[in-house]
């Protein structure tokens, strides 16, 4: 499975910015998804994931209200949509999705086993 991120920018403060996965899988129905960050010096860190098609969404504190994880499985694809964004928000965002990933580990990125290639979101002051 090949995922592909888009979506990333530089904006200020308060904006908003929608990042999309692409993916190459035609079940992905069956496929749990997550995001992702890193920023820089910093271990990568969960952002967000919803499990398989109909399944629950889970957000880090940090940006719970503000972001939200959806999916289009017509087309394969996922989204994040950033709003209120803050400069601690700035970090390159990753995609991913596991066919297996049990519910109880979906912040552990450790348990995915496809990720595209990143994508930097910079949030000015």
């Known amino acids: 499975v090949q995922l592909q991120a888009s979506g990333g920018g530089l904006v200020q403060a308060g904006d908003s910015l929608k990042l999309s996965c692409a993916t190459s899988?035609?079940?992905?129905?069956?496929?749990?998804v997550g995001w992702f960050r890193q920023a820089p010096g910093k271990e990568r860190e969960f952002v967000a994931a919803?499990?398989?098609?109909?399944?629950?969404?889970h957000y880090a504190d940090s940006v719970k209200g503000r972001f939200t994880i959806s999916r289009d499985d017509a087309w394969s694809t996922f989204y994040l949509q950033m709003n209120s964004l803050k400069p601690e928000d700035t970090a390159v965002y990753y995609c991913a999705a596991d066919k297996y990933l049990l519910t109880s580990l979906y912040s552990v990125d450790a348990q995915y086993d496809h990720w595209g290639q990143g994508t930097q979101v910079t949030v000015s002051s």
């Open positions: 919803r499990t398989r098609t109909g399944g629950a969404t």
């Open positions: 899988e035609r079940t992905f129905r069956g496929y749990a």
